[in-house]
């Protein structure tokens, strides 16, 4: 499954990862690769959570990329 993460700098330089399609679920890192590290274990266990609650899942998504000849 994939899941868009977006991963912003703060002011304080900690990076800061959040799932838009799952609800409040964020995380953070002192380096980008550590922020990418603990959303996807804290998409992982959303994930779980949802499930053992019977709960809907969001689906994947499925991206393409478009070239425009401009």
Same mark, same amino acid.
């Given at each position: 499954?994939?899941?868009?993460?977006?991963?912003?700098?703060?002011?304080?330089?900690?990076?800061?990862?959040?799932?838009?399609?799952?609800?409040?679920?964020?995380?953070?890192?002192?380096?980008?690769?550590?922020?990418?590290?603990?959303?996807?274990?804290?998409?992982?266990?959303?994930?779980?959570?949802?499930?053992?609650?019977?709960? $809907?899942? $969001?689906? $994947?998504?499925?991206?393409?990329?478009?070239?425009?000849?401009?």
């Amino acid at each position: 499954m994939k899941y868009r993460i977006l991963v912003e700098q703060d002011e304080d330089g900690i990076f800061i990862a959040e799932c838009p399609a799952l609800p409040g679920c964020i995380s953070q890192g002192k380096t980008r690769t550590e922020a990418v590290t603990n959303i996807k274990d804290a998409i992982e266990g959303y994930l779980v959570s949802l499930k053992k609650h019977n709960e $809907p899942i $969001p689906p $994947p998504i499925y991206e393409e990329i478009l070239e425009i000849s401009a």
